[in-house]
């Protein structure tokens, strides 16, 4: 397979995101090959068939994120996995539930160079308890009532991934699966993301807003992003969160560092992710 580069007109400074409209309209079959490297992110996806991947975008075509030492990390090449023989892409025209067929553990972010694996994250068998992600939220009446939440919504499987960069940064990404896209975008993402605010508290956060600062450009076609940044004052370390909706898959990516939480290595993982699940 040949390995295709998109291009695009000069993309204006980025302006505040509107809050997420619902997931909805045609649906397709992705299919193209992502090389990760210092120079280049991905951000589309095209074509169609049973192995897909993902392409990638220069990194002067996104606002904010234009140059070598920007601090971006270094991921290995990327790929989506696999599906199964005659199972269609999760954003196919035939696939109406929005099912990811592949194996949700091979959809997870590998960590980037230099990274520190979070081992306590592995789960069984690669497959996470529902207090271990739970342990995530401050309040005991969220985590209470969130898992209630999960079990009347029919989630499947939780797979999670978390590693420490050099710097101190520490990266959490879960992938909560359920039986269908309407369940993920009517029955849990809609009540666990209030937009302006996080509708729950992550532990070791204070105030968390709408981060508005998030590049346009960076939206990933058939997924649903929402990202918070914590303001100051934060205390011992800042906190940056991300939720994103992809079919029947329900995404939480944390980032947090002591002092401040870079902005660029955030975004990138974000959108690398979103682009496995996309």
């Known amino acids: ?90 954003f196919a025209e035939s696939n109406r539930a929005g099912s990811h067929y592949a194996d949700l553990r091979a959809l997870l972010l590998p960590a980037p160079e230099g990274a520190t694996e979070d081992k306590s994250l592995r789960g069984r068998n690669g497959w996470l308890t529902t207090g271990a992600y739970l342990a995530e939220y401050a309040q005991k009446e969220e985590r209470d009532e969130l898992r209630q939440k999960l079990v009347d919504t029919g989630l499947r ?72 940044v914590e303001t100051r004052p934060y205390g011992a370390e800042q906190v940056r969160q991300a939720y994103v909706v992809a079919g029947d898959v329900y995404a939480v990516i944390l980032q947090s560092r002591k002092g401040s939480a870079p902005a660029i290595p955030f975004q990138q993982t974000v959108v690398l992710q979103s682009q496995l699940l996309g």
């Open 1 to 90: 397979m040949s390995e295709h580069r998109m291009t695009q007109p000069p993309v204006a400074p980025p302006r505040p995101e509107s809050p997420p409209p619902a997931p909805g309209g045609a649906r397709r079959a992705l299919r193209a090959v992502f090389r990760w490297t210092a120079a280049a992110v991905a951000f589309a996806a095209v074509g169609t068939g049973t192995a897909y991947g993902i392409i990638g975008m220069e990194r002067t075509d996104v606002p904010g994120l234009a140059t070598e030492s920007d601090g971006r990390w270094d991921y290995p090449e990327l790929t989506r996995p696999p599906l199964p023989a005659g199972s269609p892409a999760p």
């Open 157 to 228: 499987h939780i797979a999670a991934r978390g590693w420490t960069m050099p710097d101190g940064t520490r990266t959490r990404i879960y992938l909560l699966q359920f039986g269908t896209a309407n369940v993920v975008e009517n029955e849990f993402a809609s009540d666990n993301v209030a937009y302006s605010v996080p509708g729950r508290q992550v532990r070791g956060t204070g105030e968390a807003v709408y981060d508005e600062r998030f590049p346009e450009a960076a939206a990933v076609s058939g997924t649903e992003r929402t990202a918070y």
